[in-house]
């Protein structure tokens, strides 16, 4: 009976177009019956909403542009946001305690208040602290790191950090592959220009999915090798956090000084963690997907980290027939001979030839159609760690643009522009 009503609707709007109502039908025709529950939320909605500016554009354009035109004023967005009381407030004590000082405590249920950040943003004295107040959660997650894997850390490196869950189109085989590239670089002795880095990884595999876990089995073998050759001994440290949390997280987020959001353009609906990196002041390596367009456009492109193929980039590598091997570099084969060689796996080439073969002739994330852009920005992080003083100042903008982000304004949003409530 809903579809019959609904159906009528489509009628009007779209007069003699038998083709667009059997696109738009809540039940599917074809073969045995079934409902579309997306179609049947939909029309049973006042309103459809994205988690983030791309997310939404994607649902409008590619999910249900039809829908979209039958009722333009049911498509809205509003961006995801994570509360600030959690994330910087108890979390990140020493870093809470500077922006007390600077903007005062109110800032902790008015994020709009970090904007006074910006006019300080060239404060030496600022900058100085923001950086010591980094070091110390860098020392606490250390410490953490120590007493759980025996892995000893240097607070003083780079803490290049991707913690959320592990699948193929969040790509934390293409960090992996990087470590790998920088690993062949110090055993040839290319090391100019190289700066110490600590790179962490950490989250979980659902329990079926294969590809996920050996991915994690991957980036703890490239651990263990790396860690444990002398040559890599102040360049290069891997670590992967083992059952990975909420509670886990309140030690990372504080500690990074490089996020990874380097998903596949179009595949991330929002997520949050780089929203969390950046209060904590965290600089973002990315590619435009999910939130990763908002960061950028309230930083500055020349505050953030971009490489890759946007979303339309991507559909047309595909709609031009993607071979991956066509875009792999004489430095990504040299990656993949090594892994195939077995040097991650104690000599057994089989172990990982499940993954090799899935990214060299599938690849359906493109992960080679990005990786030699996001080894250039790779080294754009390198250069800029360099030149401490404007690091800081970049670390300072995103703690200070960063109110956007705050669950409040998520919930504000949700007032105003969904459920038409006073707040």
Known sequence: EINRRFLQT?????????SMLEKMSIIDERGNKSVR???????????????????????KTQLMPEFADLWPHKFT?????????????SSNPPLAEVLNDYVGSDWVSN???????????????????????KLLGKHKLSVYIQDELGISVDPSSMFDVQVKRIHEYKRQHLLALWVISQYIRIKNGQTDNMVPRTVIFG??????????????????????????????????KVVFLPNYSVKLGEKVYPAADLSEQISTAGKE?????????????????????????????????????????????IQQLWSEGYYPQNH??????????????????????????????????????????DFCDYCDAQDRVSRAWVNRDAWNRMSVINTARSGFFSSDRSIRDYCTKIWGIPH
Request: aromatic share 8%; with cysteine; proline share 4%.
């Open 10 to 18: 489509v009628r009007l709007h779209y007069p003699g177009d038998d």
């Open 37 to 59: 529950m997306a179609h049947l939320a939909t029309v049973g909605s006042h309103h459809v909403n994205g988690v983030a500016e791309l997310h939404s554009q994607l649902v």
């Open 77 to 89: 967005n509003v961006t995801n946001g994570v509360t600030p009381r959690r994330w910087l407030a």
């Open 111 to 133: 994020m709009d208040l970090l904007e006074k950040l910006m006019d300080k943003q060239y404060d030496p004295e600022l900058n100085k602290k923001i950086e010591n107040k």
């Open 203 to 236: 989250g979980k595999a659902a329990p079926g999915y294969y590809m996920a876990k050996l991915i994690i089995n991957f980036i703890c073998n490239i651990a263990e090798v790396v860690n444990n050759d002398p040559d890599t001994k102040d360049l290069l």
């Open 269 to 313: 609906a929002s997520g949050t963690g780089n929203m969390k990196f950046m209060m904590n002041g965290a600089l973002t390596i990315g590619t435009l997907d999910g939130a990763n367009v908002e960061i950028r456009e309230l930083v500055g492109e020349e505050n953030f980290f971009l490489f890759g193929h946007d979303e339309s980039g």
């Open 328 to 369: 792999m570099s004489s430095e990504v084969w040299e990656v993949i001979n090594l892994i195939k060689g077995g040097h991650f796996s104690q000599g057994d080439r089989e172990t990982f030839e499940p993954l090799v073969s899935n990214l060299l002739n599938n690849d359906p994330f493109c992960v080679f159609a």
